[in-house]
């Protein structure tokens, strides 16, 4: 009886090791992406003459959204159809280099998480962004595995902390913020009701350049991100909760959102109408 008891406690020890193992390599993952591995050959790309082209970048080594990622493909294709856009999908980092990246109008960056670009296709995106292009960014392009100083100054703005655990999805009120850039709020809803998992950054981006478009009541919600050990994430953004942004960079321009964890977003009327605003700005 002993010796099955002694059995029993090690095969829980046993599972309780594994799980912490499972545990923290999960973690490492959405904080870093995991493994680093880059694409260097430059691909193929057939650009249409007199059409303006966008690039959807797709490619995670972080937390994978891929309902959302997926959901938004046909969302973007249906958008590049009536607006008479290029689109090029691609998971396939080799794409940044200088050459083709200028042939591109708007570059976005669909809920890529993680490091995916070398240093060098690193500096060819910023140096395209301020010589004069568009980067736009969704959801988990604003979390905190990306690792680029210039990346999280330009595009969120600020630090990602946390989104909510405990009511990880929250339906609440987006609401349209006063009037900026005329073709980003050119047939805005006013307000509309959205469910998403609502990010939550250590410094609000509309205090460091940044426009907002859209925001929520952060007090409307619950915004805590407290999990077991971690007692430090129960607290949100105030009652103007930014959720779309943009600001000029350098001679370009960058345009975020914290919307989009799920799929049924890329299904909804108001968020696809914000998101040919914002390709439509982006590539004028």
Known sequence: MKKFFKYLLYTVLGLFLLLAVLLAGFIYKVKNGFPVSYETEKPAINFPAKQPAVLLFSKTTGFRHGEAIEASKGMFSDLAQKNQWFLHETEDGGVFNAEQLAQFGAVIFNNSTGRVLNPEQQKALEDYVENGGCLIGIHGAGDDSHHWDWYEKNLPGAQFSHHPIAHQLQETAVNLQPLGDSLLWNGLADKWKHTDEWYVFFDDPLQKGFTGVYAIDGEAIDPSGNLLWIKNKN???????????????????????SMGHTGTTFKQAEFIKLMENALTWGLQ
């Open 235 to 257: 607290f949100g953004m105030g009652p103007v909760h930014p959720v779309a942004w943009f600001k000029k960079t350098g001679e370009g321009r960058t345009f975020y959102t």
